[in-house]
């Protein structure tokens, strides 16, 4: 088979053009790297450069001159992502580590080498481990989660609140998803600006991403040690008891995995839905208006701006075809998100509204598709909430085009969104302790790996006594009917003359606030 490659893996690139040369983004041979100034200031560019070069699969460029494939069609993504007999996961089928052109010290090293957990796995063992993964997740309280969402996000916003500006990329959306996802894995304690420096350098393919990656491992590693010993109602604990029976590096893996994929994507989420507020007046106006919910928007931005632009990656079982292209046995490709929800056989028309849609990519496809998803989308709806209910004057403080990005293959990362508004009153916090955010599961729930379709409910003949109230629950006299413990969306009867704040209240009692 040809292939577009002008060098393979295993020899030595030519020169690198200076930045500033108007060639900078091609290699010898006029193939387009996919790192470096012209992917990382303008991707959407680049990608309609490459969709006219060479259709919906192009060959491109990565660190170091590596070949490699970008998937730009939206079929063509969801079929390479559907497909793993013939996509796999499994980097090390990758021809250019079997030959060594690719150092163990790369810098996109933490993103390919491989590591026992379920994103690397195919198959049985595939199963094994996002059974384990979905399972764990599942105990997760989401009503819980957006309490603290909605608590995390008000003690944010007291610390710029009196100040009348504040950049809420660095001094927001940076800190919500670490503080909540630390919480959710039983350290809030490891929470800090260190760890979160660390997990935004480790997937930048930059000089201190393995130093980065090794600071996030230890401590993942200490809190499975800790769990090991004494396990507690969070997610370290669950992925340790559960009947998979993984070990300590596969738990510690896994959790490194959710961390920065839940971190990375909700962090970008929730900067590029503040940054259409401010920056686009129908979006804004709509939002303000009623005419679109928060959850709504959040949806909206991840068809325009999803958080993660590109997967790496997928390993070619065997040559194939795919786009036209003729792909060889161990080749290297990348699930193209940005450009797959751009595509224009299925958006040609990229100012239409996509409400009620969610055939977008942006949390992939397949067996491989994000299992947190709900999550992510809790932290960016609650957060970006909670922002806008105690700053609802929000400006942008810069013109819009003074606004910069750090891109890299992975995402690309709003760097500041300065904002100004009158000053506010802080909010009171309270001092609790954090509390339990899982609901009980019978360990027969468990289950080993992820069922291949919905399994028939068993037949029972005994009568299944209500949910034992929580330990810290406060007892109501009979009398008085107390709010249930499920969030019903509307009441089931609602007067006309029903005063209309008890509903705000129940309302934003669901909400946490």
Same mark, same amino acid.
């Given at each position: 088979m040809t292939t577009p490659f002008h060098h393979e893996p295993g020899t030595a690139p030519g020169p690198v053009p200076p930045s500033e040369c108007p060639a900078h983004g091609l290699a010898p041979g006029g193939l387009r790297r996919f790192y470096g100034p012209e992917a990382e200031n303008d991707p959407a560019g680049l990608y309609d450069k490459l969709r006219a070069e060479h259709g919906t699969v192009a060959p491109v460029l990565l660190h170091g001159d590596v070949p490699a494939w970008l998937v730009l069609g939206h079929s063509e993504n969801l079929h390479?992502?559907? *497909?793993?007999?013939?996509?796999?996961?499994?980097?090390?089928?990758?021809?250019?580590?079997?030959?060594g052109s690719v150092a163990p010290d790369h810098p996109l090293a933490p993103i390919f080498t491989w590591q026992p957990v379920?994103?690397?796995?195919?198959?049985?063992?595939?199963?094994?481990?996002?059974?384990?993964? *979905?399972?764990?997740?599942?105990?997760?309280?989401?009503?819980?989660?957006?309490?603290?969402?909605?608590?995390?996000?008000?003690?944010?916003v007291n610390d710029f609140c009196l100040k009348g500006t504040a950049d809420v990329v660095s001094q927001f959306a940076d800190h919500l998803p670490m503080m909540v996802m630390c919480a959710i894995f039983g350290m809030p304690e490891e929470y800090d600006d260190r760890l979160v420096q660390a997990a935004r350098d480790m997937t930048r393919g930059t000089e201190t991403a393995v130093a980065s990656n090794a600071h996030v491992v230890s401590a993942l590693s200490g809190l499975v040690e800790r769990r090991r010993a004494a396990p507690a109602p969070?997610?370290? &604990?669950? !992925?340790?008891?559960?009947?998979?029976? !993984?070990?300590?590096? /596969?738990?510690? /893996?896994?959790l490194r995995l959710i961390l920065i994929a839940a971190y990375e994507s909700t962090a970008n989420l929730i900067a590029n839905v503040l940054r259409m507020v401010l920056t686009d007046p129908r979006f804004r106006a709509?939002? &303000? @208006?009623?005419?679109?919910?928060?959850?709504?928007?959040?949806?909206?931005?991840?068809?325009?701006?999803?958080?993660?632009? +590109? %997967?790496?990656?997928?390993?070619?079982?065997?040559?194939?075809?795919?786009? @036209?292209?003729?792909?060889?046995? @161990?080749? +290297?490709?990348? %699930?193209?998100?940005?450009?797959?929800?751009?595509?224009p056989a299925v958006r040609p028309d990229l100012s239409a509204d996509m409400e009620g849609n969610r055939a977008h990519l942006a949390f992939s496809g397949g067996p491989h598709e994000c299992p947190g998803q709900d999550?992510?989308?809790?932290?960016?709806?609650?957060? %970006?909430? +909670?922002? !806008?209910?105690? !700053?609802p004057d929000l400006e942008l403080g810069v013109q819009e085009s003074e606004l910069r990005w750090i891109g890299n293959i992975m995402s690309r990362h709003l760097v500041e969104l300065p904002v100004k508004f009158e000053p506010a009153p802080q909010h009171e916090i309270d001092a609790d302790p954090l509390t339990l955010m899982?609901?009980?599961?019978?360990?027969?729930?468990?289950?080993?790996? &992820?069922?291949a379709g919905p399994a028939p409910a068993p037949a029972r003949t005994t009568t299944v006594p209500?949910?034992?109230?929580?330990?810290?629950?406060?007892?109501?006299?009979?009398?008085?009917?107390?709010?249930?413990?499920?969030?019903p969306a509307i009441p089931r009867q609602r007067v006309p003359g029903a005063p209309a704040r008890l509903w705000q209240a129940l309302s934003r009692w669901w909400s946490g606030y």
């Open positions: 390479m992502t559907r *497909t793993p007999s013939q996509f796999s996961r499994d980097s090390r089928r990758w021809r250019a580590l079997q030959d379920c994103v690397f796995a195919d198959g049985a063992n595939h199963e094994r481990l996002r059974g384990a993964v *979905t399972d764990s997740m599942a105990r997760i309280d989401t009503r819980g989660v957006r309490r603290h969402v909605n608590r995390f996000s008000n003690r944010l969070d997610l370290a &604990s669950w !992925l340790l008891e559960h009947p998979a029976s !993984l070990t300590d590096i /596969e738990v510690t /893996e896994h709509r939002l &303000s @208006g009623g005419h679109m919910t928060v959850p709504e928007a959040v949806e909206q931005t991840l068809w325009d701006e999803p958080p993660f632009t +590109a %997967v790496f990656g997928r390993w070619a079982v065997g040559d194939t075809e795919l786009g @036209g292209q003729q792909i060889k046995a @161990g080749d +290297a490709l990348l %699930v193209g998100i940005a450009p797959a929800n751009t595509d999550i992510g989308r809790a932290i960016a709806d609650v957060g %970006v909430d +909670a922002l !806008l209910m105690r !700053l899982s609901r009980p599961r019978s360990r027969d729930d468990w289950e080993v790996s &992820s069922p209500p949910p034992a109230p929580a330990p810290d629950a406060v007892p109501q006299e009979p009398a008085v009917p107390a709010v249930p413990d499920r969030a």
